[in-house]
């Protein structure tokens, strides 16, 4: 059955579910990522030029984050709660499985007039 009758949305009121709009944790990731990546944070000199430096920095933070640091509330990473990893990953696995950067070619400099 539609919730809408004669083309009208009908208001609903009432409490909301709270297994299905937990907003907290969301916000903590959000605020986690703004307090751990400058880049997130206007004013710095550690902001992207390009997108894929972005992407990169995103990547590399989540990696640690997930399989290197050691939460309180868990004891364990997270990758070790969720069963995806057995053990803390140290800084040296981490670099280890990032691919090798790819040197693009520049293009030819011109000469300035004099």
């Not at 809408?4 to 907290?24: E, F, N, R, T, W």
């Not at 894929?52 to 070790?80: D, G, Q």
């Not at 691919?99 to 070619?105: D, L």
Request: hydrophobic share 40%; proline share 4%; with cysteine.
């Amino acid at each position: 059955m539609s919730h809408l009758s004669d083309d009208k949305a009908v208001a609903k009121m009432g409490h909301p579910i709270c297994l299905i709009c937990q907003i907290g944790p969301p916000v903590r990731q959000n605020l986690t990522i703004r307090m751990q990546i400058r880049r997130f944070t206007r004013l710095t000199n550690g902001f992207s030029k390009k997108m894929e430096n972005h992407e990169a920095a995103v990547a590399l933070h989540f990696m640690h984050y997930n399989f290197c640091r050691i939460h309180k509330t868990l004891r364990v990473t997270s990758a070790m709660e969720a069963g995806i990893a057995g053990h803390v990953w140290s800084i040296e696995e981490l670099v280890s499985i990032m691919p090798e950067p790819v040197a693009k070619k520049r293009g030819s400099y011109k000469k300035r007039a004099a």
